[in-house]
């Protein structure tokens, strides 16, 4: 049963309660008023029957019974007449009573009866009469209790039709009440369990109410918040240690590709540059034809291809230092440009170099930032299938390293590789240095890279920037730190 019921019905029978004591109260009043009453009644009978006795002794029977029918005259509610004791059955002045109450008018009592009469309930009260030398005798007086008996069914009726009303009402209010006061925020309460039972915390209880009921809701609210914080702390607790695992997974995948490259390496390092060397033997003989040549230099060129693909593998698991030194970035660039122009003339691709003329010295190892910059060229030229504009430019700027490079804000040197390709999808952003991705054909990378590029710059302390546009290009931005000395000289621009 709801708890708002169950307060309505210990209300109303509480309001019964109350009402039935005060109906009890009311009858016994009544009861009360009844009996003084019928002392009342007495009183008046004893008062009449001495006046008759006195009236009979002075002025004899007839004055008597004269005085008493005056005295019963024109009230038919109230009558008084003479009755004879020893009146024999079937006389009209013999008085309709029980053997015992003979005996007590004969002793001097009076007596008092109430019988239902032809007009209605009657009370009579005898009051014996004591003159010498008459029959025994007395004075009865009955009382129509029509009036009264009317006067209580209807204060009955009045308690059970008020206590009913008031019953009513009360329990109405009561149960509007309950519902407001209770039900409906208890219900709330209810339902905001429910919701954090099933793992739902939005939403607050808007309870006014500044009793208990509204201390619970705001403590609840309170739980729901704290709860809630809780969950999300653990959530993202969760989610590192998954990071952290899946680093520790990708760790070992790369220690097991380097020993899979090291292993390679040296199975088929000897065996390449024997079909390289012999494919160049077949490709410099003037003997062969034209066609047999050309297959020659196909064998060199997939074969010095393999032996890059095994070099990559083994710079990515190869855990080598850099010998970090003044470098000057600028030749690293011209070299870099010389040794893919063959691959950007024939693809079509105009290779431009901005930026400093004068050397640009950075803290670099120059062989490894020539690898990452020849890595870079080449996806650019890739990059570019229809031919079109590589730019590369060298500047300084004022920046501030990302979150997982050490480093304080200042001023770098900045190398930016920029081109005019397919540029990469928003979704691959992402992932473009993650070791063996790649969206190339099998035939035309390995996906390793713009990791070993990213490894080679983090190495240098530096970090890598990109920003890239679907049909429009991408560039690469590379943050480098600046040589102590010489000081930086930026200026000009040269293509």
Known sequence: MKLARKLTLALVAAIFVVMAAYAYVQTRHEVTLFDVDVQRSRWFGRGTAAAIEEIWQQGGEARAMELLET???GNPAREMRWVWLDAPVGDPRRPDISDEDRRVLATGGSVTNVREMADGLRRFILVPMSIPGSRPAAVEYSENLEQQRLYLRTSHRRLV????????????????L????????VGLLRDKARKIAA????GSLTLRQRDEIGELAAEIDAMS?????ARDEVARETEA???AVEQLRHADRLATAGQLASGVAHELGTPLNVIAARGKMIAAANAWTDAVRQNGRIITEQAERMSGIIRQLLDLSRQRRPKLGPADLRSIVSRTLDLVSSAATAARVNVIVDGARAPVQVEADQNQLEQALTNLVLNGIQAMPDGGRLTLSIDTAHARPPANVAGPAGQYVVLTVADEGIGIPPENL???FEPFFTTKAVADGTGLGLSVTQGIVAEHGGWIEVESEVG???RFRIFLRPAARPALQVAGSAS
């Open 71 to 73: 005295i019963s005259s």
């Open 161 to 176: 039709v008020a206590t009913s009303a008031i019953a009513l009402i009360c329990g109405l209010i009561a149960l509007w």
């Open 178 to 185: 309950g519902h407001w006061l209770v039900g409906r925020p």
């Open 199 to 202: 793992g739902d915390f939005s």
């Open 225 to 229: 918040d704290r709860i809630r914080e």
């Open 241 to 243: 240690r998954i990071r």
């Open 430 to 432: 992402p992932h473009i």
């Open 472 to 474: 429009k290009g991408t």
